[in-house]
């Protein structure tokens, strides 16, 4: 039998209620904050990715699904948000909107990985970015956004860790005593992180490995080698964040996978740690789009995994609203009842009842049996007796209580009945 691919899952209907919840309250907080939803191809050029993720991160040299067409274009499946709104940015003249452009996305995303939970080869993202304006007000307000998505649906005992990796100015000095530092321990450090130390030390505090976590925790730290500017900047946030009342955590290892981050860099994570825990992550990226071949234009935004939200959202055991109304199922006794069972379920679906009509060729008891396991709030019965009475027989699932309606009278009845238990 077929499988779904490795990494992979499938979202079966007794699942989609927490995606539609987790949906629908990002969406809510991202629009009164002025966001605005864009969605951009599940492929892009795979230069886009080399270009703005960088080509010495795990993701492009690891991860990343790429593949040419038959055109000969290299093309590549979504690893990140990033940059492709950046890349829509740009192309569509959005500089030209007033700034910041406020944007929020749902989108999959797909890595190659080795699957554990929390971490899928293809994951779906919940995203935002805010383009065009460096005030630290900015990095706030994303952070605000995060924070609250995840108080609204619930989720409790949550830390917010922060960190500044500074900018072109300054993180060059950083990443000279970082190397500085890591020279003595090469030998003791893992393959991957020997190329970290060649080509971008700075992941050298994102490993993973448990032979290298000794070592990261006394690393230099990139706050004690902020410019004058940066320093003001990180100062600034962390005043708006007690403004704000967020709690939050200082972290000098929080750098984050990917080259475009400058200056604020943020993770909210549950009480279980691990890197495979982290719920939001993002920052600041000021030369992205500059990158891309844009005018230096500064950005902040972050990204967050549907299934790691939905993960904390099942372990704290949080009540999730039921996004599928319970149906009125009709049950139907003789040919004659069918043909008007078939009528009658249209005309309810006409005016928003959710209705089911219960499998024909079956008898009354089936059918009834059949509506229990639909979870039906009503039952219709209809037969010889109703129809030459022109009525149905309402059952109340709930209340066990049965009543003979006029059939040109049930959906008006049962919209009262619906409304007064929604009441």
């Given at each position: ?40 191809p599940i492929f892009e050029a795979s230069g886009l990715f ?269 009540e999730v609203p039921d996004i599928t109304p319970r149906p ?96």
């Amino acid at each position: 039998m077929y499988q779904v691919p490795r990494g992979t899952t499938d979202l079966l209907p007794t699942q989609q209620k927490y995606w539609r919840y987790v949906e629908t309250v990002a969406a809510n907080v991202c629009k009164r904050i002025g966001y605005e939803r864009i969605d951009t191809p599940i492929f892009e050029a795979s230069g886009l990715f080399v270009r703005s993720v960088g080509a010495q991160t795990d993701i492009v040299q690891k991860e990343m699904y790429t593949f040419d067409d038959r055109g000969g274009d290299s093309l590549t499946l979504r690893p990140e948000g990033t940059a492709p709104v950046c890349r829509a940015y740009l192309e569509h003249g959005m500089s030209n909107l007033p700034q910041p452009v406020r944007l929020y996305y749902f989108c999959p995303i797909f890595r190659y990985e080795r699957p554990q939970a929390g971490r899928y080869r293809e994951h779906h993202q919940f995203g935002i970015e805010a383009i065009g304006d460096p005030d630290p007000t900015i990095d706030a307000e994303v952070i605000q956004i995060g924070w609250s998505v995840t108080q609204e649906l619930g989720l409790e005992n949550l830390s917010l860790v922060v960190n500044s990796i500074g900018d072109s100015t300054c993180k060059p000095n950083y990443l000279e005593a970082l190397r500085n530092y890591y020279e003595t321990l090469l030998d003791n450090l893992c393959n991957d992180c020997h190329n970290r130390y060649q080509h971008n030390p700075l992941r050298l505090l994102d490993c993973k490995q448990d032979t290298c976590q000794p070592y990261i925790k006394e690393a230099p730290r990139s706050l004690d080698y902020l410019c004058e500017p940066c320093k003001d900047h990180w100062e600034t946030l962390l005043g708006y964040l007690e403004n704000l009342r967020i709690p939050f955590k200082l972290d000098h290892r929080l750098v984050r996978g990917l080259d475009y981050y400058t200056r604020t860099v943020f993770e909210i994570q549950p009480p279980e740690e691990g890197s495979q825990n982290t719920i939001v992550g993002g920052g600041r990226y000021d030369g992205l789009i500059e990158q891309l071949g844009g005018k230096s234009t500064p950005g902040v935004g972050f990204g967050s995994g549907f299934e790691r939200i939905i993960m904390n959202l099942i372990r704290q055991e949080i009540e999730v609203p039921d996004i599928t109304p319970r149906p009125t199922v009709i049950v139907h006794r003789g040919p004659n009842a069918l043909g008007q069972a078939v009528k009658l379920a249209q005309e309810l679906r006409d005016n928003g009842i959710t209705t089911v009509l219960a499998p024909a060729q079956r008898s009354l008891r089936a059918q009834m049996r059949y509506a229990s396991s639909m979870n039906a709030r009503f039952a219709l019965i209809l037969g010889d007796d109703e129809l030459a009475n022109g009525t149905a027989s309402v059952r109340d699932m709930d209340a066990t209580n049965q009543e003979d309606v006029l059939q040109e009278h049930i959906g008006s009845y049962l919209q009262e009945k619906l409304a007064s238990r929604t009441n």
